[in-house]
């Protein structure tokens, strides 16, 4: 008994020295890569929601989705296709409007940069020129960013940190091109500077026409997919609904085996075909 007082008297004292010295410096934690990552495609479908929030979401329709199934279908494997697709109908509502988003933002871009070379080559400054694209003179789609990358500007703070935060509120590769461009003009000067952003555009608009011919083909094979998805449960539902004694196969053991296997089968098919289809990850360079 003494020892264990001694022991204890002796944690105590060295907790108590412990919290008396200065905290020790920690390396900065950095997110993992699918977290940053899901963090980017939030950003740019600009909706604010952070990736737990996100998360939280998902998993409600995931249980409303599997709440519904075992109302109108019943069985476990029903009800796991209702989970699943429950979860699924938030991130595709988001991935409609991340496309949008994000090809309207392709699109100003360009337009924009050929705005800021005719501001600088009338000799207004570049804080200036930033500013006047958050107003009618720029592109609608990046206004809002463009206005706060001004009142940065305006309150004091560095270009470079200001010109980051503007390329991070829009979480896109080609925004941190544009951020470096305007970073390097502000470190080495405005020689030749207007080349290097007719460049930039061209650039820009090329690799917009690229992405859009692969967008198109990649979307006639993304649409067979969910229609030979979908078409199985539709067939189900419809007979469940319309011929009862004929569903009541699929109660059984043996029937919920096969509705897993069909379900299995669905699924690996899917995401076989959407693989094929599968675009490389245009992923950002700098992450902050």
């Known amino acids: 008994m003494l020892w264990l007082l001694m022991a204890l ?46 998360l939280a979401l998902c998993l409600a329709g ?46 100003a871009l360009p337009e924009a940069i050929d705005r800021l070379r005719d501001s600088l080559a009338s000799t207004i400054p570049m804080d200036v020129a930033l500013a006047r694209l958050g107003t009618a003179a720029g592109p609608e789609p990046l206004r809002p960013s463009f206005r706060q990358l001004g009142n940065e500007l305006a309150l004091g703070v560095s270009f470079a940190e200001a010109v980051q935060h503007w390329a991070d509120g829009l979480a896109d590769r080609t925004a941190d091109l544009v951020s470096s461009a305007l970073i390097l003009h502000h470190q080495v000067g ?12 061209g650039s820009l608009r090329t690799r917009l026409a690229l992405a859009e011919q692969v967008d198109a083909a990649r979307a006639k094979i993304v649409l067979q997919a ?29 029937g919920q085996i096969v509705l897993a296997g069909a379900v299995v089968a669905l699924a690996v098919g899917y995401a076989a075909m959407l693989y094929l289809a599968r675009v490389p990850a245009d992923e950002r360079e700098v992450r902050r």
Do not use: K, N
Not at 14 to 36: K, M, N, Y
Not at 190 to 201: E, S, T
């Open 9 to 54: 008297v002796g944690l105590g004292l060295w907790l108590v020295h412990d919290g008396l010295l200065p905290a020790r410096p920690r390396p900065a934690r950095t997110a993992p890569r699918a977290w940053s990552g899901l963090h980017d495609w939030l950003v740019q479908t600009g909706v604010p929601i952070s990736p737990r929030l996100f």
């Open 62 to 107: 995931a249980l409303l989705g599997g709440l519904l199934a075992d109302v109108l279908l019943g069985g476990p494997i029903p009800g796991a296709v209702g989970l699943l697709l429950g979860g699924a109908v938030y991130p595709l509502v988001l991935r409609g409007r991340h496309a949008r988003r994000r090809r309207a933002v392709l699109l």
């Open 226 to 254: 969910r229609i030979l998805m979908v078409l199985p449960l539709v067939v189900l539902l419809g007979l469940r609904l319309s011929q009862p004694i004929a569903a009541q196969a699929f109660e059984t053991p043996t």
């Open 190 to 201: 405005p020689q030749r500077f207007g080349l290097c952003l007719d460049q930039l555009a």
